[in-house]
């Protein structure tokens, strides 16, 4: 049985983003819908597989983690794959702010998949309170993707800036990609590769350059080969051995006995 959920929100005349639907897809093979014209702005988040998205003037091949963006009065079509149909999730809306989807250079594009599995979640789990308050939470996803959207020149920069500065700050706990990902609401996959396009490395690799960084500096200060394997965080002093021989071709005793020469 395929998926297929449909919200028709009620018009409670918000007036920055005022949401008019919402809902999830999971499309046949070759499924079409169009052409169409519709009064508002609708974007649609593809979740998994396929798809293709006409314009009046542009085809667009489609696939997981990409969107597409439909305008008002602007006549589309869109037609799942035929042989790896997607699966998509919808929101539909007006209000002021909507304008600022009309500076958009193109009508696709990626965006990290962890506001609009939520909103997955919360069409599939029927959540507590969602029948009274769908109006208001499809707004916040709104307003989340225009923070997205338009924060994507900042995003590479910004959010590479925070990881950077988060692992400074925590390298000496056991810290790991997935909860940096998590603190910042950003999806894993998508913060990685902002990091990397950023600094050159990935964010673990990042992690053990910090540490092996700080335990040279601890056994420069005299600290203990011990002591210092507790403050870079490995509680296996081992694995911190190998980690300090890789970045610096010396065991961290030997490190210590070049110090005292």
Not at 12 to 21: E, G, Q, S
Not at 42 to 60: N, P, R
Not at 182 to 209: A, C, H, P, T
Not at 229 to 249: A, E, I, L, P
Request: glycine share 6%; charged share 25%.
């Amino acid at each position: 049985m395929n998926l297929k959920i449909y919200n028709t929100l009620e018009d409670k005349h918000f007036n920055d983003i005022n949401p008019v639907d919402c809902g999830v897809e999971q499309c046949i093979s070759g499924h079409s819908f169009g052409p169409y014209v519709r009064r508002y702005y609708l974007l649609h988040y593809v979740l998994s597989g396929k798809g293709t998205f006409y314009t009046k003037s542009k085809t667009y091949h489609l696939s997981a983690g990409q969107f597409f963006l439909i305008y008002p009065d602007e006549v589309t079509t869109y037609t799942a794959d035929e042989k790896d149909p997607w699966t998509y999730i919808w929101v539909g809306f007006t209000g002021s702010l909507s304008k600022r989807f009309d500076s958009l250079t193109t009508p696709v594009g990626e965006l990290p998949s962890a506001t609009f599995r939520e909103l997955l979640g919360m069409l599939k789990e029927n959540f507590p309170g969602w029948s009274n308050m769908r109006e208001e939470y499809v707004t916040t996803v709104v307003h989340r993707i225009m923070a997205l959207l338009f924060a994507k020149s900042y995003s590479v920069h910004n959010y590479a800036n925070r990881v950077e500065t988060y692992i400074r700050s925590s390298y000496m706990r056991d810290i790991t990609v997935q909860e940096i990902a998590e603190e910042m609401s950003v999806d894993r996959r998508y913060l990685s590769r902002l990091f990397k396009k950023r600094y050159g490395v990935g964010i673990q690799e990042y992690i053990i350059s910090v540490r092996m960084e700080n335990a040279a500096k601890f056994l420069s200060d005299g600290y203990s080969v011990n002591e210092s394997c507790d403050m870079c965080g490995y509680k296996d002093r081992s694995n911190f051995s190998k980690m300090f021989y890789r970045r610096y071709r010396l065991w961290p005793s030997q490190y210590v006995k070049q110090l005292n020469l």
